[in-house]
């Protein structure tokens, strides 16, 4: 995208982390997620939600709740939505 002389933002990143998550490709997804920081942009609770929904469909609940953990310590606070999404999917994986 840079290379191309696109500026990426926030909603940019989030988009791809969600594309990659989709498809299972949850290491491009975490690189986005770091070169976000990286590149001096903050994700927001839409970006932390759909890696953490990415991770709990694939069944890394560990890393679904040291991302939960990292949000926390941020300003960011989730909401139920996101809460009840990530739970549901824990549960249903557990089920298994």
């Known amino acids: 995208m840079i290379h191309q002389g696109?500026?990426?933002n926030t909603v940019?990143?989030?988009t791809l982390i969600h594309a990659f998550c989709e498809l299972g490709k949850l290491r491009?997804?975490?690189k986005l997620f770091k070169n976000m920081h990286t590149n001096g942009y903050l994700p927001d609770l839409c970006t932390y939600s759909v890696l953490l929904e990415g991770?709990?469909?694939q069944g890394y609940l560990g890393k679904a709740f040291r991302l939960f953990r990292a949000m926390q310590s941020t300003t960011l606070k989730p909401n139920l939505n996101s809460l009840s999404k990530g739970c549901s999917?824990?549960?249903r994986y557990t089920q298994q």
Request: glycine share 0%; aromatic share 20%; net charge neutral.
């Open 12 to 14: 940019s990143y989030t």
């Open 89 to 91: 999917l824990m549960f």
């Open 6 to 8: 696109l500026t990426p």
């Open 55 to 57: 991770f709990c469909k």
């Open 28 to 30: 491009e997804a975490q």
